[in-house]
């Protein structure tokens, strides 16, 4: 349970969202759609920076990754290959009297008498019924409240005034077995689907079944041959992709935390297995500590990139805003790992809504997974698909010739022994896989391989709710006459701020400061997005700003229009909405000085 303090900040978080247009909940007039939400004007404007900044950093700026923009609808092979068919599914219960659905994983423990039944009969109706049910009672109170819903449950199937059979009870401890909300036993966990179905066609048949993707990541490693081909990159390099994801989750919560509709923004980076890099370096460098281990270089194994990727990440989250001790770096754990992850990092942001450590402290809710996925992808849809995902590498060709033969042998083995691995898991035959993996193993020693993968994986929304929550402040402010006034203030950093800049006339009935206030803003609109208000006074205005995020803002007044003197002429203030300190700058400099700012 949320503590109440938190669960009231996020209350005032999501009114402001709807208040301000940052987030609406979708199909609002028909009574909404659970997990669906519509990003207003301020909320459109911030994922489109988010996504801005994350693109810019992922590919404008590297040499080694480059874009995709794939359909979101897919051959479903693709989802065979992927394993989402069979294994994309969350465990799930219902109750037994609400038929409410839960995940299995988010039913919380819970200790009391628990008031079994054989079943149930109704004389009146000469009826019998023999299903078994029980309910868990919380300590204290009386057994009558158990029989009233269990009466509730046999009515439901068919009684009408059931006299219950073969009550007993016992203490139950830390239960998952029971509805939180009214006590009635759950059905037992089963897997369901995550994905979206859908039929492609005019035929609605088994033939015609489609997926809309689950996540965007596949697109990449599907169309990884033809990027290699066009984009002219060699190993290790990256395909980045935004776009929108859909997973029909049984329990949305948590304001946007956990949509059915969402985007995400994913990077697949591509690497030389650790045995081609031994055969090219020497050896495969090893990482010496946590924290970002520098310049990439060529005896980089799996293992340094993935530290890589991760620092880079949150180096990202603090760019735009994160302070690195709202975010936790979360190693899973052996067991908790995909089976053909090496290593997965989970960046957490501490929502106000996360559950708490046993030191009470915000424990964090998964931001972004960033995953060494060894060469499972790839593998498998060259398996799927039966076309080749290697590629040649001459300068492993040539390094490998220089080798001596006991460390061919080594070398060639390991990665034969990986592959044979791999094969056996996916359930090839015993000889098929052996005949395979030794194949591979020799295609190694001529230069060709399947490359492994370091993911990281993000959502777009998760974040955008992150800087929704860090953003979020109340603190005093000075209204017209100076008295202090209580504030709301999204202190958005300006890179992702919504409106970047606001401009104000002094005041809307002076034609001269509002020409003046308008050229401002066309001068600054080519640039930045800018938003130009002349209604009310202007505390009012700034306020208004503040609550949107908008960085700075921009007054005009008699100063700018030289009735002071030459000197203050085409000058204005310049405010900043968290110092709200306002320094006189040059309408000439104000472009300069913005970008700067916004950068
Ligand atoms: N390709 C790997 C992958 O999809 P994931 O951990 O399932 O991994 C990656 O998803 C990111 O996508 C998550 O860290 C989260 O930010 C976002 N995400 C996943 N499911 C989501 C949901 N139901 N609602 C909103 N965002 C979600």
Known sequence: MAEPKTAELMEKIVSLCKRRGLIFQSSEIYGGLNGFWDYG????????NIKDSWWRSMTRFREDVVGLEASIIMHPRIWEASGHTS???DLMVDCLLTKKRFRADQVDPQSGTAYFYSGASDTVLGKECGDAFS?????????????KTARLFYQDRGLQEPTLLGERNEPVQNTTRYNPENGSLLTEPRPFNLMLKTYVGPVESADNISYLRPETAQAIFVQFKNVLEVSRQKLPFGICQIGKAFR???NPRNFTFRSREFEQMELEFFIKPDEAIEAICGSVAKPTGRGHPGEPQPNWGWQLWHQYWVEERLAFYESIGLPRNSLVEYWQKPDELAHYARATVDVLFKFPFSKRDANGELAGEELEGIAARSDFDLSQHQRFSGKSMTV?????????T???????????????????SYLTKTGEAPEKAARMAQEEAEGLGKGYFVPHVIEPSAGVDRLALALICNAYAEDQAPDEKGKMESRVVMRFHPRIAPVKVAVFPLLKNK?????KAKAVRDLLRAEMSVFYDEAGAIGRRYRRQDEAGTPFGI?????????????????????ERDTMKQERVKIGDLLRILTEKIR
């Open 41 to 48: 004007p301020l909320g459109s404007e911030l994922k489109r």
């Open 87 to 89: 294994t994309f599914s």
């Open 135 to 147: 309910v868990l009672l919380p300590p204290g109170k009386p057994p009558e409240s158990a029989r």
């Open 248 to 250: 029909n989750e049984i």
């Open 392 to 400: 040649f590498d001459e300068e492993l060709k040539t390094a490998w």
């Open 402 to 420: 220089k080798l001596d033969p006991a460390k061919q042998t080594e070398l060639a083995g390991r990665y034969q022994q990986t592959r044979l």
């Open 511 to 515: 034609p001269e400061l509002v020409n």
């Open 555 to 575: 007054t005009i007044d008699f100063d700018t229009l030289g009735e002071k003197g030459p000197e203050l002429q085409d000058t204005v203030t310049l405010r």
